[in-house]
Structure formats: structure tokens, C-alpha cells
């Protein structure tokens, strides 16, 4: 009878995965994941902490392939305990990062989070990063929709091959 419980289940995996991927919670909190989602999250990778290091930064690309502008307003990365949105400004001559609140994406259009630019700032590990490993990433719009993908760990070596050869991901 366990094996025949057991069998059952396994079985069933499939079809409840296809039944969870595009739920809706309540009214207006919809969750999609990335693939089939109005925003695409691709290339999304987050370095690893350097030794004594208290933060972090990940990259990705966000595609918006709906008619209407989409404010993404909070992320979370599985195992930090606080991430921020950034971006770079040029001011007075200088280059500062600062936090920002929230982050418009136009109509079919993308924006790329990338060094110099836009990026996530991560904080707090409560489980240390490893690289190679993937974790869950959220991202949340003012709109109440979410969006799910993994985001890669990736080292400082390898963060830096990608930008000599112009791009974000492996």
C-alpha cells in the first residue's frame, strides 16, 4: 500500500506543478513564473560575497512585452535577508550608487541590470551564497504581480569574463 501511495504521488508531481505555475492569489496578487510572464527575467546571476564583504550585487535583464509600463518596486533572493534596488548617477563630476523605490519599465521595452547601471544590492546572508549554485528569485510589481526565476552565483572571475566579452551571463 506505500509503495502503491507512493507511486501515486510521484505521478501526480507533474500534473500539480502544471496546475501551481499560473495561479492566482486573491484579486490582484497574480503569480507567474518568468517564462510566461508579462516581464522576462533572463541572464540573472549574483555575485558571491568577497571575503569580509557585508553586500553584494546581481544582474539580469527584465523584459516588459505587455502595452502598458510595469513598476517593479521590491526583489528577494532566497537566503538574504534584505535586497535592495540600486542604480549608478553621475553627479558633479562622480559616479555614486543610491537605492531607489521603485524602477518604471516601458511598454516592450527591457532594461538590463548590469555593472554601471541598474542592479540589485543584497545584504545579510542567512544561508552563505556558493557558486554554481541557483536560487529563487522574486520580483515584485506595483501592480501586484510577481515574477519567479533562479538567479545564478556566480564568482568575481567569472563576473568579470562576462563583462570583457560584453554580456551577463555564461
Not at 501526480?12 to 499560473?22: C, E, I, R, T, Y
Not at 538574504?80 to 549608478?88: M, S, T
Not at 552563505?128 to 506595483?142: D, I, S, W
Request: hydrophobic fraction near 40%.
Amino acid at each position: 500500500m506505500i509503495k502503491n501511495l507512493a507511486f501515486f504521488m510521484l505521478c501526480s508531481l507533474p500534473w500539480v506543478s502544471q496546475a501551481h505555475s499560473g495561479h492566482t492569489h486573491g484579486e490582484s496578487h497574480q503569480h507567474v513564473h518568468a517564462e510566461q510572464a508579462p516581464v522576462t527575467l533572463t541572464h540573472a546571476t549574483i555575485r558571491d560575497f568577497l571575503p569580509a564583504a557585508k553586500s553584494t550585487a546581481g544582474y539580469f535583464t527584465l523584459s516588459n512585452t505587455t502595452k502598458q509600463a510595469m513598476t517593479l518596486v521590491k526583489a528577494e533572493i532566497e537566503g538574504l535577508g534584505r535586497v535592495e534596488i540600486h542604480e549608478h548617477v553621475h553627479a558633479n563630476g562622480m559616479m555614486r550608487m543610491q537605492q531607489i523605490d521603485k524602477l518604471e519599465i516601458a511598454s516592450d521595452s527591457q532594461v538590463e541590470f548590469k555593472p554601471g547601471g541598474y542592479h540589485l544590492m543584497a545584504f545579510e546572508p542567512t544561508k552563505p551564497l556558493k557558486v554554481g549554485e541557483n536560487r529563487k528569485l522574486t520580483l515584485y510589481f506595483a501592480d501586484g504581480n510577481r515574477v519567479y526565476g533562479l538567479i545564478e552565483v556566480i564568482s568575481l572571475k567569472t563576473q568579470m569574463h562576462n563583462a570583457n566579452n560584453g554580456h551577463q551571463h555564461h
